[in-house]
C-alpha cells in the first residue's frame, strides 16, 4: 500500500523556521521525482520544490528561492523541506508528491498534507 505521510507542520512566526518531513512506502522511493506543494485558501496548488530521482539540481519557485531547502534520504524513505525566512504568505497546506513515469505510464502519489501557519 502507497503511503506519503506528511508531518512537522504548525504555527511560526514571521521570520522563523519549519522543517517537514515526508515518509514514504509501498513504492520504489529512490526511482520516484519528489515534490512538496502547497495550496493557500481559495488558491491553486502550487509547485514548491523538486528533486530529482538521480543527482541532479533541484528546482524551486522564485517565492521560496533561498529560503527553502529540498532533500531527500533514500535510505529512509524521506523527503524534508527546510523552510527559513518564513512569511505569513507562506501560510498553505504542505502537500508531498512523488512521480515517476514508467514505459508510457506516469505514476503519481499524493500525501493528505500538512498545515503551516506563519502568524505572529
Known amino acids: 500500500q502507497v503511503q506519503l505521510v506528511e508531518s512537522g507542520g504548525g504555527l511560526a512566526q514571521p521570520g522563523g523556521s519549519l522543517r517537514l518531513s515526508c515518509a514514504a512506502s509501498?513504492?520504489?522511493?529512490?526511482?520516484?521525482?519528489m515534490s512538496w506543494y502547497r495550496q493557500a485558501p481559495g488558491k491553486e496548488r502550487e509547485l514548491v520544490a523538486t528533486i530529482p530521482s538521480t543527482d541532479g539540481r533541484s528546482n524551486y519557485a522564485d517565492s521560496v528561492k533561498g529560503r527553502f531547502t529540498i532533500s531527500r534520504d533514500n535510505a529512509k524513505n524521506m523527503v524534508f523541506l527546510q523552510m527559513n525566512s518564513l512569511k505569513p504568505e507562506d501560510t498553505a497546506v504542505y502537500y508531498c508528491?512523488?512521480?515517476?513515469?514508467?514505459?508510457?505510464?506516469?505514476?503519481?502519489?499524493w500525501g493528505q498534507g500538512t498545515q503551516v501557519t506563519v502568524s505572529s
Open positions: 508528491k512523488a512521480y515517476r513515469v514508467w514505459g508510457m505510464s506516469p505514476f503519481v502519489y
Open positions: 509501498g513504492f520504489p522511493f529512490s526511482m520516484y521525482s
